[in-house]
């Protein structure tokens, strides 16, 4: 059984690289400095992630390839390389190098083995307690809290996007600023993306965003974390988001029996259908519920429903991928023809 190790606390650790500042390679050829693997990591909607290794160094990395057929795709590139460029810090994940052959603009990131939080905490082996989950969800806010000291809104936050660092350690890292956007307070910034289970109401309106956006996810993520269960979701992304923007959910579910008052105050306090008045990731950080020990009860129907919620995701991902595949094949027939 793995329980969290309290006789290993959560701190800094050093990168596997010194944090640098990275401009885009224009013209050149990633494979001149890196040995690219056939071994793929990772696929997704904007690209496919394989295995590398720095020529001169033979330090172990990964390797990001997004297609920019048009314009719009290498601006969006663009901005998530110069975002991550300024984000040093031991919870995020970091850029180590970056390419643009005209058609392809190749990212090389920190390696990162752990696999997403979500699938870790599953394990059969893995003992799931809300004491386990504050770690977790301590990490999760000091990483934004940074990201937000540097006036930038993450924007897809989502168990997906939260990795462990290692198998077998409690660390974990924020990855994907492909929606990241820089922030002034000064100017409203509207915007109309992200993933609908975890995107805030101001989103689904059309109103004005802010640092408070990113909390919304977060309590989402807590949400889901603490009893397997995710409290907008709907029958389809429509009904998933005008059930956002009611914005109401309840801890009535028997996962939630074992779960403190302090672990569902931490959510309530996120999960405000008014951002202004929502927790900044500051605040989160000094709640009772981070502060102070949390029970260190097994969440056994937890764990179950999560399993649940994370093979259901997994089939939609396979299905998504297997459509972006289909399209992907149509567009080449057409460049062929």
């Known amino acids: 059984m793995i329980y969290v190790d309290e006789s290993d606390p959560v701190g800094e650790i050093e990168a596997s690289f010194p944090y640098k500042e990275v401009t885009i390679r224009h013209g ?7 040995d690219i693997s056939a071994e793929e990591l990772g696929r997704g909607t904007y690209g496919t992630v394989y295995l590398c290794k720095d020529k001169s160094t033979s330090l172990q990395l990964a390797a990001k390839f997004v297609s920019c057929p048009h314009k719009s795709d290498r601006v969006n590139m663009e901005r998530e390389i110069d975002i991550m460029s300024g984000l040093h810090h031991h919870l995020i994940i970091q850029l180590y190098d970056a390419f643009d052959d005209g058609k392809v603009i190749t990212c090389i990131l920190e390696l990162i083995q752990g696999g997403e939080l979500f699938e870790r905490v599953i394990e059969e082996d893995y003992v799931l307690t809300e004491k386990a989950c504050t770690v977790f969800m301590r990490q999760i806010c000091e990483a934004v809290e940074f990201i937000h ?3 930038i809104l993450h924007l897809d936050l989502k168990p997906e996007n939260v990795l462990c660092l290692t198998k077998t350690g409690n660390r974990i890292k924020i990855i994907d600023f492909g929606m990241a956007r820089r922030y002034d307070p000064n100017k409203k910034l509207q915007i109309l993306f992200g993933t609908p289970e975890f995107v805030a109401p101001e989103i689904v309106n059309f109103d ?4 408070y956006t990113d909390m919304w996810s977060i309590g989402v993520i807590c949400y889901v974390l603490l009893s397997g269960l995710s409290p907008f979701m709907g029958d389809t992304d429509m ?9 109401k959910f309840s801890f009535k ?3 939630f029996n ?5 672990a569902k105050n931490f959510i309530r306090s996120l999960l405000v259908k008014d951002g202004v008045q929502r927790m900044s990731a500051s605040d989160a950080l000094q709640h009772p519920w981070l502060i102070h020990s949390a029970l260190n009860t097994e969440l056994s129907v937890t764990k179950t429903k999560l399993k ?3 093979i259901k995701k997994r089939w939609v991902k396979a299905v998504n991928t297997i459509i972006a595949l289909k399209r992907m094949g149509a567009k080449l027939d057409l460049t062929l023809v």
């Open 149 to 151: 000291s540097r006036h």
């Open 239 to 247: 009904d998933t988001m005008a059930n956002v923007t009611v914005g």
């Open 308 to 310: 649940r919620y994370v």
């Open 258 to 262: 074992d779960v403190s008052e302090n």
């Open 253 to 255: 579910d028997d996962a």
């Open 208 to 211: 004005t965003i802010g640092y």
């Open 28 to 34: 050149e050829d990633p494979r001149a400095y890196y």
